[in-house]
């Protein structure tokens, strides 16, 4: 079985937690390799619905093996959370979650300095998730960051948190006004946290080599997307991770040889929370009817999400990025009340129709998105399983999709279940995983 990634090609929330539950029968191991509890991976299983935010989607099927890579930022209270409430839920843990000893804490100055920032940023707020993620990955890269295993040393733990308490309280007396810390009153609940999280804490790229040479299979669970990636994203309205497929390699321990593919997840339309350019963003009606049919209210902060068209020049450029062998298109179902839908084929920028994603801030804020428009199938798409029962106008509008791209479609996703979901017969995924058919639930 080969090493997948699967990798966000919007502005996150494209439904990569739907997919990954989908095919993670067919894994030994899930990753989850970049971004902290900032992400919110919704899985429904039946009629329970679970949000994951810092455990990799995995960890609902017995058996698997999860882990928590380097590149993740942990919140180990959120993580602590998370962990209990899976467990009263009757979600097993034991000997099946692994944190990486290098993935950084998000301490509690992080949010705090998430929220101060912001409140100050006045038209430069980017909208963040709050949870501290961007400051965290700042210490991080700053090389003053704390990371698991120092938790474990509580010497070690105490020095680097003393350090960082004294430069974050000038930072928030001085420059944010805000609320400061004491070494103290941090000290107690981590150390709390850490006596907690010990038996999970370890060596993960090192397990990662030892279980792959043993022929386990590796599926890497991106969270967020392609535009929010630090460094490919729509900067500075991103996120501070590498949200890419590249972000897997250096996220896991896990080297660049060993990936077999990476699989894009895009919704049928287009939806970004937070502030940032966003070319083919509707208002009005259209956007009302996407919002309330895709149920478009973030899964972390409750925020409405700002709805549009599909981007094909944003989906050629995650191609190009990412590398994408195939894609996942969700949440076909929500278009089945329009009477048009549109693909965004150009952008319209000084009277030049550009084809390529710019890497101008200014063009993504002010190009005039070209469309395409094909007719609504006005038919109900909901919970379809088969390729040939969608109507024809769907499949033209994903055949369309697929050629403005670049890359051929193997999923259709048509509801939030987990057998809401069509597999499109001879493509990528389905020679990837030759069972993936029969572990579909039947119709
Ligand atoms: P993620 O962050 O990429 O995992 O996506 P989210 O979980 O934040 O958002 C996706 C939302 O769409 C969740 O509420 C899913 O349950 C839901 N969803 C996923 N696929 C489909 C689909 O095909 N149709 C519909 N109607 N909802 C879907
Ligand atoms: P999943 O994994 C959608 C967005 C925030 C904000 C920007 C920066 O569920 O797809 P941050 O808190 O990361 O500093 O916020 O990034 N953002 C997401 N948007 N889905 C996510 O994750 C996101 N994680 C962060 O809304 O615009
Ligand atoms: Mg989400």
Partial sequence: MPNIVIVGAQWGDEGKGKVVDVITPHFDVIVRYQGGNNA???????????????????????????????????????????????????????????????????????????????????????????????????????????????????????????????????????????????????????????????????????????????????????????????????????????????????????????????????????????????????????????????????????RPRRCGWVDAIGLRYAARINGLDTLAITKLDVLDACDTVKICVGYNYNDEVLTDFPEEERIWHEAEPVYEEISGWKTSTAGLRDYEDLPTKAREYLARLSELCGVGISLVSTGPVRDETILVNDSTLARWIPGLRSSLPPH
């Avoid at 998370?82 to 692994?98: A, F, P, Q």
């Avoid at 960082?164 to 070494?183: G, H, M, P, W």
């Avoid at 010990?198 to 080599?209: E, M, S, V």
């Avoid at 339309?269 to 009005?284: H, Q, S």
């Fill in 40 to 302: 919110g991976h919704t899985v429904v299983v039946g009629r329970e619905k679970f949000v994951l935010q810092t455990i990799p989607s995995g960890i609902l099927h017995p058996g698997r093996r999860n882990i928590i890579g380097c590149g993740v930022v942990v919140n180990p209270a959120s993580l602590i959370d998370e962990m209990e409430s899976l467990v009263r839920r009757g979600v097993s843990l034991d000997g099946n979650l692994y944190i990486s000893k290098n993935a950084h804490v998000v301490m509690p100055y992080h949010p705090a300095l998430d929220r101060a920032s912001e409140s100050k940023a006045g038209k430069h707020r980017i909208g963040t998730t709050g949870k501290g993620v961007g400051p965290a990955y700042a210490d991080k890269t700053a090389r003053v960051g704390i990371r698991m295993a120092d938790l474990l040393d509580e010497r070690l733990f105490r020095e680097k948190l003393e350090y960082n308490v004294r430069q974050k309280n000038r930072l928030l007396r001085e420059i944010y006004d805000a609320e400061s810390f004491t070494v103290e009153g941090i000290l107690g609940p981590y150390l709390r946290y850490a006596g907690w999280l010990a038996p999970y804490i370890t060596d993960t790229a090192l397990l990662l080599h030892n279980w792959m040479e043993a022929g386990s299979s590796v599926l890497f669970e991106g969270a967020q997307g392609t535009m929010l990636d630090i460094d490919h994203g729509t900067y500075p309205f991103i996120t501070s991770s590498s949200t890419t497929a590249g972000g897997a390699c250096t996220g896991s321990g896990v080297p660049p040889t060993k990936i077999d593919g990476v699989v894009g997840i895009s919704k049928a339309y287009c939806t970004r929370v937070g502030g940032g350019p966003f070319p083919t963003e509707l208002g009005g009606e259209i956007a009302d009817l996407l919002r309330t049919r895709g149920n478009e209210f973030g899964s972390v902060t409750g």
